[in-house]
């Protein structure tokens, strides 16, 4: 299988392909078709290691410690001394 890099650069060829309009509407379909599947492949990708990234933030340092919850919780604490 290909790196989200390698399909990610191949999607980007297919949108150029597309963009010049020199392609019979047969194989802009087909184009299409062919980046859809690679843009949902990469979403989903991206959407599975933007979780993988979360759990990795929120894990407490040491065993005992409960997970902070929050993405950047040191702007939240300024957040509530703005609005006072």
């Known amino acids: 299988m290909k790196s989200f890099e390698e399909r990610l650069t191949s999607l980007e060829?297919?949108?150029?392909?597309?963009?010049t309009g020199k392609v019979s509407l047969a194989e802009a379909l087909s184009l299409f078709e062919q980046g859809m599947k690679l843009s949902r492949?990469?979403?989903?990708?991206?959407?599975?290691?933007?979780k993988k990234v979360e759990v990795l933030i929120n894990q407490p340092e040491k065993d005992n410690e409960e997970p902070v919850l929050?993405?950047?919780?040191?702007?939240?604490d300024d957040d509530q001394d703005q609005l006072t």
């Open 41 to 50: 492949g990469l979403e989903k990708e991206l959407s599975r290691i933007e």
């Open 13 to 19: 060829e297919l949108t150029e392909k597309l963009k």
């Open 70 to 76: 929050e993405l950047f919780p040191e702007l939240a």
